[in-house]
């Protein structure tokens, strides 16, 4: 998120926050209450809205690239989210061709175990490494 000061009748270049601290704050909102400096925020909590920023195309164009970095940040997600699919699919990789070779043998009870099994080691906690 980035957060953008008023010096007396102007705007500085803005500073970047994490955007979990502005949840509750509107883009293009004015506020008074909180102090910044560096890389953190304080009483954010205790920020009071004062009034919306009279000029509209700044509102917009923070609104316009707000959406941005939630699309870029929503792909990214997306990106490693499949990223780790694939890795499931490789690790899965041999459970995947026993279970077929239960179905090719008809052996539904074989693969009724197979699923069993997989849903108990997924629920339990991982073992030690050691032996």
């Known amino acids: ?3 953008v000061q008023i010096a007396p009748g102007q705007l500085d270049d803005g ?3 994490d955007a979990k601290l502005f949840k509750r704050h509107a883009i293009g909102g004015v506020y008074r209450g909180a102090t910044f400096g560096g890389t953190t925020a304080r009483g954010l909590a205790e920020a009071k809205y004062v009034e919306q920023w009279p000029i509209a195309a700044a509102r917009i164009d923070w ?3 707000d959406e941005d970095a939630e699309a ?3 792909a990214s997600k997306i990106s490693n989210d499949a990223r780790k699919v694939h890795e499931i699919e490789a ?3 041999p459970l995947r061709k026993l279970y077929a070779g239960y179905f090719k043998r008809r052996d ?3 693969q009724e175990a197979l699923e069993r099994a997989v849903l ?3 629920r339990c906690a991982p073992r ?3 032996l």
């Open 72 to 74: 870029g940040q929503r």
């Open 15 to 17: 500073s970047l926050y």
């Open 128 to 130: 030690s490494s050691e």
């Open 108 to 110: 539904s009870a074989g």
């Open 91 to 93: 690790l899965l990789l």
């Open 63 to 65: 609104r316009i690239r």
């Open 1 to 3: 998120m980035v957060y």
């Open 120 to 122: 108990r080691a997924l």
